[in-house]
């Protein structure tokens, strides 16, 4: 006899190259999208590091409400993402408040993957709302710019 086992689902708030049509979306394939949201409270969404990276800083009530998008996620998938995430490491696993864009007023509380080890440095960034293709361009050039005046 067959045995289907349910798998849990969970929900995820992912606000850089996990959304759609970004380097890492192919991990999401298979998830259902849920929509798009906003944190409730504040966070530092920036761009750093040296591949220009979006990292939601783990400060909350500091930054800017961060629109990214909700995805309904298996055991299986989410196992996938806190590997990517280098869970533990780089990132911590956290509950955070969302609210649907398109409902103000529609809140739910979803996992989101926030920058755990970093140094102050990133605090000092300019903090977005939303992390787009420009962000990744401005960013490379800021850094340019610095290398040029250091020579």
């Given at each position: 006899?067959?045995?289907?086992?349910?798998?849990?689902t969970h929900l995820?708030?992912?606000?850089?190259?996990?959304k759609?049509?970004?380097?890492?979306?192919?991990?999401?394939?298979?998830?259902?999208?849920?929509?798009?949201?906003?944190?409730l409270?504040?966070?530092?969404?920036?761009?750093g590091?040296?591949?220009f990276?979006p990292?939601?800083?783990?400060?909350?009530?500091?930054?800017e409400?961060v629109?990214?998008?909700v995805?309904k996620?298996?055991?299986h998938?989410?196992?996938?993402?806190d590997?990517?995430?280098?869970?533990?490491?780089?990132?911590t696993?956290?509950?955070?408040?969302?609210?649907?864009v398109?409902?103000?007023?529609?809140?739910?509380?979803v996992?989101?993957?926030l920058?755990?080890?970093y140094n102050?440095?990133?605090l000092?960034?300019?903090?977005?709302?939303?992390?787009n293709?420009?962000?990744?361009?401005?960013?490379?050039?800021e850094?340019?710019?610095?290398?040029k005046?250091?020579?």
């Amino acid at each position: 006899m067959d045995v289907e086992v349910k798998q849990k689902t969970h929900l995820v708030f992912v606000y850089g190259t996990l959304k759609k049509s970004f380097p890492n979306s192919h991990l999401l394939k298979d998830a259902e999208y849920v929509g798009e949201y906003v944190t409730l409270d504040q966070y530092p969404l920036v761009v750093g590091g040296p591949w220009f990276s979006p990292y939601l800083l783990n400060v909350c009530g500091a930054g800017e409400r961060v629109f990214g998008e909700v995805y309904k996620v298996s055991d299986h998938e989410l196992e996938d993402l806190d590997q990517l995430e280098n869970v533990g490491v780089n990132y911590t696993r956290k509950l955070l408040k969302v609210e649907f864009v398109e409902s103000p007023g529609r809140i739910m509380e979803v996992f989101a993957y926030l920058k755990c080890n970093y140094n102050d440095d990133l605090l000092k960034k300019d903090y977005m709302a939303k992390y787009n293709d420009d962000d990744i361009f401005r960013a490379r050039n800021e850094q340019h710019i610095w290398l040029k005046r250091q020579i």
